[in-house]
Nanobody
Framework: QVQLVESGGGLVQPGGSLRLSCAAS????????MGWYRQTPGKQRELVAR???????NYADSVKGRFTISRDNAKNTVYLQMNSLKPEDTAVYYC?????????????WGQGTQVTVSS
């Protein structure tokens, strides 16, 4: 069984920073792409950033230059450093990962962590 556990969300003022973490655990053989998505009420979940196993990244236009995704393959963990936060960044943030276990490959999701940007 595979689990993704996110941490690091919270309340921050506009212009502030937060760092999200997402750790994968379980019977993992390898992890391909890992990513961060976000969702607000009434809207579809949208891609924020993702990173391949080799470190190639891509970002949503709305976060380029402010957010940085990184990963630690030894710890099966992906991070999202969020700087210069804006009220419109308020959302539930979810991580996902393409994970190969002993039995199969599949896409797994975390439970989500709330990020609120407000003064």
């Amino acid at each position: 069984q595979v689990q993704l556990v996110e941490s690091g969300g919270g309340l921050v003022q506009p212009g502030g920073s937060l760092r999200l973490s997402c750790a994968a655990s379980g019977s993992i053989r390898s992890i391909n792409t890992m990513g961060w998505y976000r969702q607000t009420p009434g809207k579809q979940r949208e891609l924020v950033a993702r990173i391949t196993s080799r470190g190639s990244t891509n970002y949503a236009d709305s976060v380029k230059g402010r957010f940085t995704i990184s990963r630690d393959n030894a710890k099966n963990t992906v991070y999202l450093q969020m700087n210069s936060l804006k009220p419109e960044d308020t959302a539930v943030y979810y991580c996902n990962a393409e994970i190969l276990t002993v039995f199969k490959g599949d896409l797994y999701w975390g439970q989500g962590t709330q990020v609120t940007v407000s003064s």
